[in-house]
């Protein structure tokens, strides 16, 4: 079997309180452990996106909008969509390993690592489509169906750029 799930890996979070949210895997388990007997990958996410900044906006206000707020989860292979795109690991490999989950100190430490990260990288204008939200667009414009009291549209395309 070809192993999808390399560090560094982007992909989405399909299910769980994430759903739709861009994630890195940071490691990945195709074996499973003792402990999750299925194949599993560490990921590191973006819980809140960064706000749309304007030129106008004063450098206070730039900061503000310009925040990252991280997540740290291990997932099931099942719940997480591929993408072709990768990004680069030279950080958060040292910043969450498998030991991480079993204290809440060392939890938060590694977010505050990984929220450190993230923002680097957005503020030095790497990888732009990452830190935005991922968005449904349709090709053809929604229609009412009377007779289900349900919105439908007849093709949705998912954009992930």
């Known amino acids: ?19 739709g949210k861009k994630v890195v895997v940071i490691k990945q388990l195709d074996e499973g452990t003792k ?40 997932v099931n292979y099942s719940h997480l969509f591929p993408t072709r795109y990768a990004l680069e690991l030279e950080g958060l490999k040292g910043a969450v390993s498998a030991d991480t989950f079993k204290e809440p100190s060392q939890r938060e430490d590694a977010k505050k690592n990984i929220k450190k990260l993230f923002e680097d990288k957005y503020t030095g204008g790497k990888n732009k489509w990452f830190f935005t939200a991922l968005r449904v667009r349709s090709s053809s414009p929604c229609f009412w169906n009377g007779n289900t009291n349900v919105w439908r549209s007849s093709e949705w395309v998912a954009s992930f750029v």
Do not use: N
């Not at 079997?1 to 759903?19: F, T």
């Open 1 to 19: 079997m070809v192993k999808v799930y390399k560090p560094g890996k982007v992909a989405i979070v399909l299910q769980g309180r994430q759903a």
């Open 35 to 74: 402990d999750r007997p299925y194949p599993h990958a560490l990921v590191a996410g973006i819980e809140r996106y960064p706000r749309k900044v304007t030129r106008r906006m004063g450098a206070k206000k730039l900061a503000s909008r310009s925040k990252v707020k991280p997540f740290i989860k291990v």
